[in-house]
């Protein structure tokens, strides 16, 4: 080892500049990581392959400037020197632990050398070279080293942007070639035409920096420094800018929990007004803010807006004065992929100097617009493009960006749902063949069979235990069966939860674990689902389907026959065979009486299949007693009961959809819930008590108390009283509150009670208070998610652990959790965020079909574009509805922007007049020359549905008034799911027409249109699951929603 020393020039926090020398020591050994090495260097982990042609070292500056080209998968043999890793630091902790990312991921053929550590490839800086030159200089040592370190076995490419660099060393060192980034991409990936356009993109941005403006658009962020010393000394107050959808020019807010525990006046979050005060913040970044003084606080707009971007200052009513505040610095940019629209180019539109610079639209509008330089604005007009930012000066008013691909013209459905995934983070790439190639075969010619060590090993069902299924109909991924049986001349009960044993095909850390915990779930869209697993598991070998042997995980529990008193409780790996694999309506109509035919039983002799069904029967008649009772001790706790409505696919023989039916509220359906959750609280018990502070559980906090303030308003008005004090006053309150002359009012307001709660959260019992583990929701002391390893990696994760728990328990492992508490709180991050982007997309998705629906339909002459809907809440220019026929809600204006007020006949007919309106707490008034009209809440009246298109963002329903009273259509009425599941079996008609038409104009897809598309096939699941959520909540509501169930 030798001693040596670095100079470092850094600044203080006052501005001064500081000279500090450090002890640097370099070694001769340090890792490699290549399998070429011939030096026995330590190489752990992860290793570069020796079949390439070349490893690639890239220069600072490309790291810095290119690490988005560098992140294709096609890329392989990438050596990341330490010059480079450090250059990349001083760019922003944000794009530093990415390149850590990169490094450890290993479907990603890349490795970190420390170069600066390594005696035969350090340089030390010379005196009077630029920063620039002596980083490129250690990069090409470095390289020259590689090749010298491995014999010659491998060549090595350098990449830079610096033409001196490659003029000075491109002929100094055979086997070493120094290029640039373009002839690299030009000369080794010409196919690889992403790369190609990306680095057209960001290299014209890197070369059109913006020079020209010098007048300050907005005040200068604050040093890093002050910002912390400010927020610990009270003077700033830290959290997430939020802004506001609706009023996305004016309105955002500062959300942090921290602020309800430091300052009652600062619970409900402060405001930032104009963009202005914003100061170059986008929506997520993490920011410090300054209040202003109270004289210039001011209330939220209670308005609704009419068109997005039409924010009038001063119009309308604010609620009570707020915090108002101003953002002084950003502690971190929460920058990630936005979809643009590159507008049709025209006068409009100033190009100042370039033309080839462009003002794109986000899709999102809450994100401001961004200034794109491309050679392609022509072509690109009216396209959706995925795009990133780069930087926003203090001299500008929009941030800069590059392209980074093209995703489609916009309208299109394939474009639109492709925005949808891109716009909440969404990359579901097919499964690579590595991946496939960690998975079982099961052919025909190679048959999947049971091991005769897991024979030995588990527990086996297959001859002593009844096992069924419950499932929708047709459903291939079943990841659950269940068992009852008498024991000890009925004294007993035995009752049984089986599920999918995942984890032992799925080993930790192999690369179908790592891209299974990057999805975190499967993404349900309205036409189609991305699974999490392979197909080969999802659908088949962790698939219990029936009469086929399968590796399970279960809890069974034995229960006293009276009372129904648990005894005892067993834990462990089980082989089953599910003898009936049934679906929710025939397991009812068994326990109806009704007759069914159950195709386990057709092909068997009467007598034989008399018996068999008998039995069958009385294990779901047992089943079901057991449930009423787990259902009773959780109601007598005050588990809640909130509104849900849930469709399920109808498929035909190619799995195509025919129709969306409503799922149709059977007991069973409440059977077969209440012993999921009875087994996913008692494994929460498992794991936490072996494991206390590194299990996976999943907590529901009680909501805060304020969100419950519409509903005790809205249901004062109706004259109940909702009691919010704890889940059991809620849960029986909203029993009561039935009116028998309007059942949707009931429902109404149990969709308000879902809006106010809390979001369901997992989290690592190290990371919180035991008294923090409780689920408001269903009235549990402890709970987790066991039950669904095929379509959430959380179960995956509770597996293990309660594998983890059992060996401990046997004394066949160390007495230590499979993950710290640390790596589990930031796997539950994980989880939760990609649990909040999967329902954020299928609300969006479920969206769009509302919107084909009624896009391809006259609203003047289609009477299907005519609804009853009920008023749920008052505005100051108008009323929220819901129309429960289309599970659809929104606005309705009584004040239209010219000034007019909606007038209503004797005959209850609307129309537009000169008047005035009034806001009443439960109603709104409109005064015109023809009389006054009321709205007032649970008014039932009927509206004309259109869609309201723009080329740059979402479509979105448009409803308008025609009568105050409620529609009397001239078709027969129907349950309002059945409406519902009409709309969308029109909607997927419409998309399947539409689909085939495209497929007839263009016989193949492009490469970006397959980049998303990993199964046509739509989802077994119910399709459109939470459409309730999409009808009363917007997207700023909705990532607060409680997911109380499963």
């Not at 107050?237 to 942090?256: C, D, P, W, Y």
């Not at 024979?455 to 291939?476: K, M, N, Q, Y």
């Not at 018990?685 to 996976?696: M, N, T």
Request: glycine content about 6%; proline content about 4%.
């Amino acid at each position: 080892m030798i001693k040596t020393e670095k100079i470092l020039h850094l600044k203080s926090c006052r501005g001064r500049k500081v000279r500090v020398v450090r002890e640097h020591y370099l070694r001769e050994r340090v890792p490699c990581f290549s399998c070429l090495c011939q030096a026995d260097c330590a190489n752990d982990g992860k290793v570069l392959p020796g079949d390439l042609t070349h490893y690639v070292v890239p220069d600072a500056q490309v790291v810095v400037g290119y690490l988005e080209i560098l992140e294709f998968r096609e890329l392989q043999g990438v050596v990341f020197t330490q010059t480079a890793c450090q250059a990349l630091h001083s760019k922003g902790r944000r794009y530093y632990n990415r390149l850590r990312s990169l490094v450890k991921d290993p479907r990603h053929d890349c490795v970190l050398f420390a170069n600066e550590f390594q005696e035969y490839s350090y340089c030390p800086r010379e005196k009077g070279e630029s920063q620039e030159k002596w980083q490129t200089r250690c990069v090409y040592s470095a390289a020259v080293w590689y090749y010298n370190h491995l014999a010659g076995m491998m060549n090595v490419v350098m990449i830079t942007d610096d033409e001196d660099a490659v003029a000075g060393f491109s002929s100094l060192n055979s086997g070493v070639y120094v290029i640039t980034v373009q002839d690299y991409l030009k000369n080794f990936w010409p196919e690889l035409q992403a790369a190609h356009e990306l680095y057209s993109s960001i290299s014209q941005t890197l070369q059109e920096k913006e020079g020209e403006d010098t007048q300050r658009e907005f005040a200068e962020h604050l040093p890093a420094e002050v910002l912390e010393a400010g927020i610990k000394s009270g003077r700033y107050i830290q959290g997430t800018l939020t802004v506001s959808k609706h009023r996305a020019q004016n309105e955002a807010f500062i959300m942090n929990e921290g602020l309800t525990n430091k300052s009652t006046e600062l619970s409900g979050g402060v405001l930032v007004y104009g963009g202005k005060n914003r100061n170059r913040a986008v929506h997520g970044d993490t920011v410090a803010v300054e209040l202003l003084p109270k004289s210039e606080w001011r209330g939220k707009v209670t308005a609704l807006t009419e068109g997005q971007g039409d924010e009038k200052n001063g119009e309308g009513g604010e609620t009570k004065a707020m915090p108002t505040g101003r953002v002084v610095g950003v502690l971190q940019r929460n920058w990630r992929d936005y979809v643009v629209t590159f507008p049709t180019r025209d006068g409009a539109q100033s190009q100042s100097r370039n033309s080839q610079r462009i003002l794109a639209v986000p899709w999102d509008r809450r994100i401001p617009k961004i200034r794109i330089s491309t050679q392609q604005a022509d072509a690109l007009q009216d396209h959706r493009v995925v795009v990133r930012i780069d930087s926003w000066e203090s001299t500008s008013l929009y941030p800069n960006g590059h392209s980074v691909r093209v995703l489609g013209p916009a309208g299109e459905l394939e474009t639109e749902v492709q925005t949808v995934l891109v716009e909440n983070c969404i990359h579901v790439p097919p499964f690579s063949d590595a991946q496939l190639r960690e998975m079982p075969v099961n052919s025909p010619e190679r048959p999947w069979k049971v091991e005769p060590a897991q024979v030995a090993e588990r527990r086996d069902l297959r001859e002593t235990h009844l096992v069924f299924s419950i499932d929708p109909r047709g459903c291939e991924d079943v990841d659950d069966t269940l068992s009852v049986r008498s024991l000890a001349d009925g004294k007993l009960l035995e009752l049984g939860v089986h599920i999918a044993d995942v984890t032992h095909f799925v080993t930790e850390g192999s690369l179908t674990d790592l891209e299974a915990r990057s999805r975190a779930t499967t993404y349900y869209l309205a036409d189609r689902r991305y699974d999490m697993l392979p197909a080969v598991l999802s659908a088949d070998l962790c698939s219990l389907l029936g009469g086929v042997d399968r590796y399970a995980m279960s809890v069974m529990w034995e229960l006293d026959a009276e009372t129904l008193a648990v005894c005892a409780v067993w834990y462990g790996r089980t082989l089953i065979r599910s003898s009936y694999q049934l679906h929710y309506e025939l397991a009812q109509a068994l326990l109806d009486g009704e007759e069914a035919e159950v195709p386990e039983l057709a092909q068997l002799e009467p007598e034989q299949r008399d018996g068999k069904l008998a039995g069958l029967i009385q294990a779901l008649q047992t089943l079901t007693r057991v449930a009423r009772h787990l259902r009773a001790q959780r109601d007598r706790g005050g588990a809640l009961e909130l509104e849900g409505v849930e469709v399920r696919a109808q498929l035909d023989e190619d799995r195509n959809i025919t129709a969306l039916v409503p799922r149709q509220p059977l007991e069973v359906h409440e059977t077969v819930a209440e012993c999921m959750i009875y087994a996913n609280h008692w494994v929460a018990r498992k794991i936490q008590e072996a494991f206390p502070y590194q299990a996976l559980l999943r907590r529901h906090p009680p909501p805060r108390q304020e969100l419950f303030g519409q509903l005790v308003d809205t249901a004062k008005a109706r004259g109940f009283t909702v009691d919010t004090r704890t889940n059991k006053a809620l849960a029986d309150s909203l029993d009561r509150a039935v009116d028998p002359r309007d059942l949707l009012v009931n429902r109404l307001l149990r969709i308000m009670a879902t809006q106010a709660m809390s979001q369901a959260l997992y989290f690592s019992t190290g990371a919180e208070p035991q008294d923090q583990y409780y689920h408001y929701g269903l009235a549990l002391d402890r709970y987790t998610h066991f039950t669904s390893p095929i379509r959430r990696y959380a179960d995956i994760v509770v597996h293990r652990l309660l594998t983890a728990a059992l060996e401990v328990e046997r004394g066949a492992g160390p007495a230590k959790a499979p993950a710290n508490n640390k790596e589990v709180e930031e796997m539950a991050q994980h989880i939760n965020n990609k649990n909040r982007a999967a329902q954020r997309a299928q609300n969006l998705s479920t969206g769009l079909f509302q919107c084909l629906y009624f896009k391809e339909r006259d609203p003047r002459t289609d009477p299907r574009c005519v609804a009853d809907a009920v008023v749920y809440s008052i505005r100051d220019n108008g009323v929220l509805v819901f129309v429960s026929e289309y599970g659809v809600k929104g606005p309705v204006y009584v004040k239209n922007k010219e000034g007019q007020v909606v007038s209503a006949a004797p005959d209850g007919s609307c129309e537009w007049q000169s008047g005035s309106v009034q806001r009443y707490a439960d109603r709104i008034t409109t005064t015109s020359a023809c009389g006054t009209s009321t709205f007032s809440l649970f008014d039932h009246i009927t509206v004309c549905i259109s869609v309201h298109s723009t080329s740059c963002h979402a479509d979105t329903l448009n409803m308008e008034v025609i009568r105050n009273k409620p529609h009397r259509s001239t078709e027969p009425q129907q349950p309002p799911s059945q409406g519902c599941s009409r709309l969308v079996q029109e909607v997927v008609r419409l998309a399947e027409e539409a689909q085939q038409q495209q497929a007839a104009q263009r016989p193949k897809l492009s490469r970006e249109e397959k980049e998303f598309r990993q199964s046509k096939a739509p989802n077994l699941y119910s399709l459109l699951e939470e459409v309730r959520e999409l009808a009363l909540m917007d997207l700023e509501t909705a990532s607060r929603v409680c997911a109380t169930t499963a």
